[in-house]
T-cell receptor
Framework: DAMVIQNPRYQVTQFGKPVTLSCSQT?????MYWYQQKSSQAPKLLFH???????NEADTPDNFQSRRPNTSFCFLDIRSPGLGDAAMYLC?????????????FGPGTRLTVL | DAKTTQPNSMESNEEEPVHLPCNHS???????IHWYRQLPSQGPEYVIH???SNVNNRMASLAIAEDRKSSTLILHRATLRDAAVYYC?????????FGKGTSLLVTP
């Protein structure tokens, strides 16, 4: 089945130690997104890629960066994780970016910062 | 971005219909009305979307008011697996701006 895959499902890192989360998709979608969901809150968009074009949300901290080496893969890099970065990180894809496009979400990676 | 207003929580009995309301009085002409749901410990899942006309799919129905300022997601027969947070989202581009959603409790 076509899907969005996130690895690992659970990630533990130390305060200030860089961490990378990965996402892959078999849907061949043009757009890939990263959302952050803190405990008991709604998901919040961090950034997205349309093909290789990177689009950052205005309030996404500089500590968060992303790479998309090819259509299938997208990475979220947190350069110096703080305790406040503990959250579920969700990857999603859509075929295009127009408002009628549905987004397909992965299961998420739960990040713990010690 | 146009905002949506949903009740914090709703409760339904199993196998009964559920009507989840959403108000979006500041909706613009290019906004599609999307519904997603999120089961515990899972990523959000697309349910349905529409622009002006009512829509049906295998999961649910979406009823859109004539002035588009409100909509209702209809689950025809709720099951225990439908217990989730349901998000009503207006989407005119890339970002899904999730609000707080409605937490649906389904009781046997």
């Amino acid at each position: 089945d076509a899907m969005v895959i996130q690895n690992p499902r659970y990630q533990v890192t130390q305060f200030g130690k860089p961490v990378t989360l990965s996402c892959s998709q078999t849907l061949n979608h043009n757009v890939m997104y990263w959302y952050q969901q803190k405990s008991s809150q709604a998901p919040k968009l961090l950034f997205h890629y349309y093909d290789k074009d990177f689009n950052n949300e205005a309030d996404t901290p500089d500590n968060f960066q992303s790479r998309r080496p090819n259509t299938s893969f997208c990475f979220l890099d947190i350069r110096s994780p703080g305790l406040g970065d503990a959250a579920m990180y969700l990857c999603a894809t859509s075929r295009e970016g127009e408002g009628y496009n549905e987004q397909f979400f992965g299961p998420g990676t739960r990040l713990t910062v010690l | 971005d146009a905002k949506t207003t949903q009740p914090n929580s709703m409760e339904s009995n199993e196998e009964e219909p559920v009507h989840l309301p959403c108000n979006h009085s500041t909706i613009s002409g290019t906004d599609y009305i999307h519904w997603y749901r999120q089961l515990p410990s899972q990523g959000p899942e697309y349910v349905i979307h529409g622009l002006t006309s009512n829509v049906n799919n295998r999961m649910a129905s979406l009823a859109i008011a004539e002035d588009r300022k409100s909509s209702t997601l209809i689950l025809h027969r709720a099951t225990l697996r439908d217990a989730a947070v349901y998000y009503c989202i207006l989407n005119s581009g890339y970002a899904l701006n999730f609000g707080k959603g409605t937490s649906l409790l389904v009781t046997p």
